[in-house]
């Protein structure tokens, strides 16, 4: 650093260079060949583009640490927008170890694996207010119909006749038995049944709703603390409603009125994890 005689720090001219600075590259498309081509010169580019080809550095870096346990989560609207069999063929290649995904994103997945279809929305050509009447959802440029919708949820509620009204459940076993369902019903793909098949665990956000439905308040406690269970949901007009409130008066730091609703003839208590 220099200062000049009147204690003024000089600024300096440096090159870059002697600093270890790391120097960008121009874009050359002739001499890209491949995406992975294409990937590594963007990462040596700026913005959007680097911050691509560095994210593409860091997953290759995973996949190959085999002991790296690599969890993939998702959010959006990625399966109506037909991007589900990339997160298939990541499953399937051996890329991801878990998956966490929104319910929405599940279930569009779902919709899709059954054979119904999503229609492009044109901004500017069509009214949603008449779409609404005609049975039609918009997700951003994406057309869903609510019939879709409508048959998934019948399909829906056979299959949770498969499990023990007294059985405690998450979205990882729920998911599961929907993957099993389109095995035995489709020949189409989708995230749920991928994973199934491919030994790696997929789960709906992280919601597990336990419903008041065991006498055994003790292993009601113990699913609680040992955080398999994120919500009990209880009718008013159950009896044991009265010994979630006594828990609710006695842990607190366990377990805590979340919602009630006198009309609805609800209350839910969450649970601390």
């Known amino acids: ?47 959007g583009g680097r911050a691509l080809g560095e994210a593409v550095d860091v997953f290759e870096a995973m996949i190959k640490d085999k002991d790296c346990f690599v969890v993939l989560t998702l959010s959006g609207a990625m399966t109506p927008a037909k991007m589900g069999l990339i997160v298939c063929d990541m499953i399937d290649h051996g890329m991801v170890n878990a998956v966490v995904s929104t319910g929405a994103l599940m279930t569009h997945g779902f919709v899709e694996a059954q054979g119904m279809t999503h229609f492009k929305y044109k901004f500017g050509e069509m009214d949603d207010r008449e779409l609404y009447y005609k049975g039609y959802d918009r997700i951003y440029d994406i057309i869903e119909l609510e019939k879709n919708l409508d048959d998934t949820e019948f399909i829906f509620r056979e299959i949770m006749k498969n499990f023990n009204p007294d059985e405690v459940l998450c979205s990882r076993v729920i998911l599961e038995m929907c993957g099993k369902w ?77 919602y009630k609703d006198d009309d609805l003839k609800l209350t839910i208590f969450s649970v601390a994890n």
């Not at 001499?31 to 990937?39: E, G, S, Y």
């Not at 049944?193 to 113990?222: D, F, Q, V, W």
């Open 1 to 47: 650093m220099k200062i000049n005689k009147e204690g003024i720090r000089e600024s300096e001219m440096r090159d870059g260079f002697e600093d270890g600075f790391e120097p960008l590259e121009s874009l050359d498309l002739s001499k890209v060949k491949n995406f992975n081509d294409l990937a590594k010169a963007m990462s040596k580019t700026a913005f």
């Open 182 to 258: 389109l095995k035995e019903n489709t020949d189409a793909d989708a995230i749920i049944y991928t994973s199934l098949y491919s030994e790696i665990y997929a789960y709906s956000e992280r919601k597990c709703i336990a419903p008041l439905s065991t006498t055994n308040h003790s292993k009601m406690i113990t699913h609680m603390l040992s955080n398999e269970v994120d919500f009990v949901v209880a009718h008013p007009a159950d009896s044991r409603l009265s010994w979630l409130l006594d828990q609710n008066e006695e842990v607190p730091n366990i377990l805590t009125i979340e």
